[in-house]
């Protein structure tokens, strides 16, 4: 039986990832923070499944004993601060998770099981700036946030280590990928929930940023499917991970009201457009200028191509069922929430 150990198992991609193990057989370890009361997150529903280990990506003494605990065979490093608009407020403690703490995990297994696989989250934020369109592994990077930077370290070492000690270590780099379990400060997931109470008429209209921002959106089912693939791999490597598709926050919006029955449409620009119930002619959706960003990152795609070739992997749901399910599922929450059943 395998072993694997996932870093971040409580977030969204760590919950499906070691659904996917368990179902192939793994014994599954997960490392958790220590709070003052226990939360698992997304992974609730998996104790007494997974063995659950408590440590931190910045102490590294914590992830040797983990190492040593769980024995993995295949590590999963999803452990990061992942919201780009928290990495402006905290930019040092983004570093030391999403940069640092993927050295200290490397140096864990290098000291305890250096014959051990490691697969390192990486992102298409790293991209930032396109130099390319579409983006693939050789399209040169040009981050334009402080966790696009620091996941960018990660990624670099990683490759470091992979060449200069020999070890089975691949960079997934990941396009944007959401699910019915995406935090609710997403913006996939602010707009779903957010749609569900409107539609309930528990709120009267939704605030976004950049309405016009594109990118490439997929399943998180099928991203951490390509995650299990890369440590199957006959050779360590490092794959773009998307869909070959563009969509912008607008035909998000357009897809997720939709499904709701109400049919939006788009007038102004900039910071004065607005959606607006073709029916009712109600402005459902503004535009708020303190959700831009500092540095606005305007056009993501990834060409998937190496990993279809070399994997074999391919994305099953597309983008207009991905925001579907996230609506449906967000719906029978706030009606749960709101005693609506």
Request: charged share 25%; aromatic share 10%; with cysteine.
């Amino acid at each position: 039986m395998k072993r694997a150990l996932i870093t971040g198992i409580t977030g969204q991609d760590g919950s499906y990832l070691a659904e996917l193990l368990l179902e192939k057989g793994y014994e599954v370890y997960g490392i958790v923070r220590r709070k003052s009361v226990a939360d698992y997150g997304n992974s609730n529903h998996l104790v007494g499944k997974v063995t659950f280990i408590y440590a931190d990506m910045t102490d590294p003494i914590s992830l040797i004993s983990a190492m040593k605990i769980s024995q993995a065979d295949e590590v999963y490093n999803l452990a990061a601060q992942s919201f780009v608009a928290t990495s402006w407020e905290q930019p040092i403690a983004t570093a030391n998770i999403d940069a640092v703490g993927v050295t200290n995990m490397l140096e864990a297994i290098r000291t305890v099981k250096p014959e051990a696989k490691f697969y390192q989250a990486s992102t298409s934020e790293m991209f930032g700036l396109v130099q390319a369109v579409p983006q693939c592994e050789t399209t040169p990077f040009y981050p334009r946030s402080p966790y696009g930077v620091a996941k960018l370290y990660g990624h670099w070492i990683t490759k470091n280590y992979r060449e200069s000690y020999g070890m089975f270590a691949c960079s997934g780099i990941l396009f944007n990928h959401e699910s019915e379990r995406r935090g609710i400060e997403f913006v996939t997931r602010k707009i779903t929930n957010t749609a569900a109470k409107i539609s309930l008429g528990l709120e009267d209209h939704l605030e976004l940023g950049n309405l016009s921002s594109k990118r490439d959106w997929g399943h998180s089912k099928d991203y951490v499917r390509a995650m299990w693939l890369m440590l199957q791999a006959d050779k360590p490597d490092d794959y773009v991970v998307a869909t070959n598709e563009t969509r912008t926050v607008r035909e998000f919006c357009e897809i997720a009201f939709k499904e709701l029955g109400i049919e939006l449409e788009f007038k102004g620009e900039g910071v004065d457009e607005i959606g607006v119930d073709k029916k009712t002619g109600k402005t459902l959706v503004k535009v708020n200028p303190k959700f831009f960003r500092p540095a606005e990152v305007d056009l993501l795609i990834g060409n998937p191509e190496k990993a279809e070739t070399v994997l074999g992997w391919k994305r099953e749901i597309d983008f207009a069922e991905l925001v579907k399910r996230m609506v449906r599922n967000d719906l029978e929450i706030v009606k749960k929430e709101n005693g609506l059943n």
